[in-house]
């Protein structure tokens, strides 16, 4: 039904209203943008900005109230069985000031600066990925962050103090609307002094419990109203919001996610955050580094595997040595411990470097976002593999046997959803390739373009040959094939190097592509998705070698572990960024390779035949659990039923 519905909603339209929500500005030096350029810009990143002054200090107060309070009363088993955080937890972290990091303090919160918003993330996170879930929804997404950068005075008087008290989420998906936003569905008609609010929102985080929630919904055009998706902050209190069900998933289930329903909701004019129709370049500017949350939650994870790695392989003895020294299991470790530490370099330069508002970071959080996201993924799956058959096991089960209650398997399913919400990795790939591939199209845009005329594509083609003839020559030589560039970092100057020749490589990549698939190039989401794929793991690289050549430094450690602690890393992080290096330059030549060398068509055109039932056969054979049996739907099923209901498949 709904696809009839929505059949106006073509794939252009889609795009258009994409294009339409992403912000074009860029007031601030980019290192991500300059990287997919070719133009490696080291100096934008290095030295390695750090925490100083009185941020530094209201950041560390915070860090150990909040790690105390984790610790001593908070028990994540008891959210697990639950599926819910308790209301004294919430309670607590609230007279902590944990629902106000963000917000400043003339309204009532801590002011706290994204670095440690984000490490106070991690250490949330690290006990229950659904409390850091919670903070983060309500703070990255959620109303305070769009009303303190796009709110009127007034707005920002009335609510961010509410804020800083109270729980909020932020309703964008429907039940017909996940990546697509151009069919968003929710309305909000103008009516004297309201706009009235009809509309489902589905998968609603904090949903269940928020007092206050951003919605978005489409203003219809009319005389005086521009209309277009925009952006409301409502009450949830106010008549006719219904939260209809509470959604259960495989991880995360101690958040508060539902079904919330509006019918006929009146929400004042005061409260429209922005201009009609602004609602998602709200969204998504909101997303600049609201994105770098999930990052957070991820390097904690990262952080605790490469604890619980380290330990467990060391004590388990199989085949006459501790599983860590068989080989098979040392490259997990390798892996683990290299990739936690690259995901907080990512994580804590990105937001170090937006503090200082220094850098447009918009393509670094959407890079860290999108890599973490996978990385973390693959480091909760080894670990789970290294563990055996206690890596399956819950930990509940463990406990109950008398055994060390490691929940493996819980992170495993809690860090799933990561690679799907704030922009899946497929989306997250088409987001940062239209940003990579910008300085192509917005010099040939219309030559490219098939509504351009011939005068314009000629036009546009005098332009393009300009820009080209300038920055194609820049590409073919630079400080990457100098033996002695980068001789500050030592053993990692080969690394810097290796980044700065393959960012020229990517570069050329991307203008062969362009030239050779023209508009057609944003179809090829296997091209695109490896050529961003190889930017991530180039930003990897770079953030972990000025990280280590920072921790290195005889001004100590950039993290909050003192220079003194037994486990300041000194020169030992040279030593796990050069591994790490290693490893992310194998993953990088793949991809390389995998740019010209891949089965991208053959998949496609198999794609379109499986979809027309050609290959059904291949299905054959096996039960459908979604479909319910007879002995479900009636009382008293027959045995000719049940088989008369599972002959239907295939
Ligand atoms: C636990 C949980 C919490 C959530 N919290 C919130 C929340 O607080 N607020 C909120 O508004 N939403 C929330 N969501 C929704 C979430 O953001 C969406 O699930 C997500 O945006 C994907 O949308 P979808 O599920 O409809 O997938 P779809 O958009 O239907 O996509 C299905 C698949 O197709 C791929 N795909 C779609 N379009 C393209 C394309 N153009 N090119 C290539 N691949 C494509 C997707 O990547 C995905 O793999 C939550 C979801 C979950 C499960």
């Not at 795009?15 to 990287?35: H, Y």
């Not at 591994?579 to 089965?599: I, P, Y």
């Amino acid at each position: 039904m709904s696809q009839r519905t929505h059949a106006h909603v073509d794939e252009r339209t889609a795009r258009k209203v994409a294009e339409e929500a992403r912000e074009t500005e860029w007031r601030l030096p980019s290192f991500g943008k300059q990287l997919f350029l070719g133009d490696f810009r080291l100096d934008l990143i290095h030295p390695h900005p750090r925490p100083a002054g009185e941020p530094r200090r209201k950041g560390e107060e915070f860090l150990a109230k909040l790690t105390e309070f984790c610790a001593t009363r908070i028990d994540p088993a008891v959210i697990e069985r639950d599926a819910r955080i308790p209301d004294d937890v919430v309670t607590g972290l609230r007279d902590l000031g944990a629902l106000g990091m963000k917000i400043p303090e003339k309204y009532g919160g801590l002011g706290l600066s994204q670095l440690y918003y984000g490490r106070a993330l991690m250490v949330a996170g690290s006990v229950s990925p659904a409390l850091a879930a919670l903070l983060s929804a309500h703070q990255s997404i959620g109303v305070p962050q769009p009303v303190k950068m796009f709110g009127t005075p007034e707005q920002q008087e009335e609510w961010l103090p509410r804020c800083a008290r109270q729980v909020s989420a932020f309703l964008l998906t429907e039940p017909d609307v996940g990546s697509d936003p151009a069919r968003l569905r929710a309305t909000a008609v103008p009516d004297g002094d309201d706009y009235v609010l009809n509309g489902v929102k589905l998968w609603t985080t904090n949903g269940v419990i928020a007092d206050l929630v951003v919605v978005m919904a489409r203003v219809p055009k009319s005389d005086g109203h521009r209309g277009g998706i925009s952006a409301f902050i409502v009450d949830m209190g106010t008549p006719g919001i219904t939260v209809e069900h509470r959604n259960q998933f495989m991880g995360l289930r101690g958040i508060e996610n539902g079904v919330t329903r509006f019918h006929d909701v009146r929400v004042p004019k005061a409260n429209l955050i922005g201009a009609e129709g602004a609602g998602l370049k709200i969204a998504l500017t909101t997303l600049n580094t609201g994105r770098l949350s999930l990052p957070a939650i991820c390097a904690a994870s990262g952080k605790w595997a490469a604890r619980i790695a380290r330990e467990w392989s060391k004590e388990r003895v199989q085949w006459g040595r501790p599983v860590g020294e068989h080989e098979a299991v040392s490259r997990k470790i390798a892996f683990i411990a290299a990739t936690a530490y690259a995901m907080e370099a990512m994580l804590d330069l990105s937001s170090q470097l937006a503090d200082d508002e220094r850098n447009d970071i918009r393509i670094e959080a959407a890079l860290a976002k999108l890599w973490s996201s996978e990385m973390a993924c693959k480091a909760a799956d080894e670990l789970v593999q290294l563990r055996g058959g206690r890596g399956y096991e819950t930990a509940e089960s463990l406990a109950a046997r008398g055994e060390r209650g490691v929940p493996a398997e819980q992170m495993l399913r809690d860090l799933r959803i990561n690679r799907i919400f704030e922009g899946s990795s497929e989306i997250m790939h088409l987001l940062i390739a239209r940003e990579a591939v910008d300085a192509h199209l917005s010099v040939a845009g219309d030559v490219i373009d098939p509504d351009a005329s011939t005068g314009q594509k000629a036009r546009a083609a005098a332009k393009a040959g300009g820009f080209y003839a300038r920055w194609l020559p820049t590409l073919v030589t630079g400080a990457g094939q100098r033996p002695n560039s980068y001789a500050e970092f030592g053993a990692l100057a080969k690394h810097l190097r290796y980044v700065e020749r393959a960012s020229r490589k990517l570069a050329r990549s991307i203008f062969y592509a362009a030239g050779r698939w023209q508009g057609g190039l944003e179809y090829r989401q296997g091209f695109l998705g490896r050529m961003v794929d190889i930017g991530a793991e180039l930003y990897a690289m770079s953030a972990v070698c000025v990280r280590a050549h920072a921790d290195a430094s005889a001004e100590g450690p950039v993290a909050s572990a003192g220079a003194g602690s037994a486990t300041a890393p000194g020169k030992s992080a040279l030593l796990l960024a050069d591994a790490f290096c290693g490893q992310a330059r194998v993953r990088v030549e793949e991809l390389f390779d995998g740019l010209w060398r891949n089965t991208d068509a053959v998949d496609v055109k198999l794609a379109r035949a499986v979809l027309a039932g050609d290959f059904a056969w291949v299905e054959e054979g096996v039960l459908d659990p979604s479909i319910p049996g007879p002995w479900i739907a009636s009382s008293e099923p027959g045995p000719s039923e049940k088989e008369d209901v599972h002959r239907t498949i295939g």
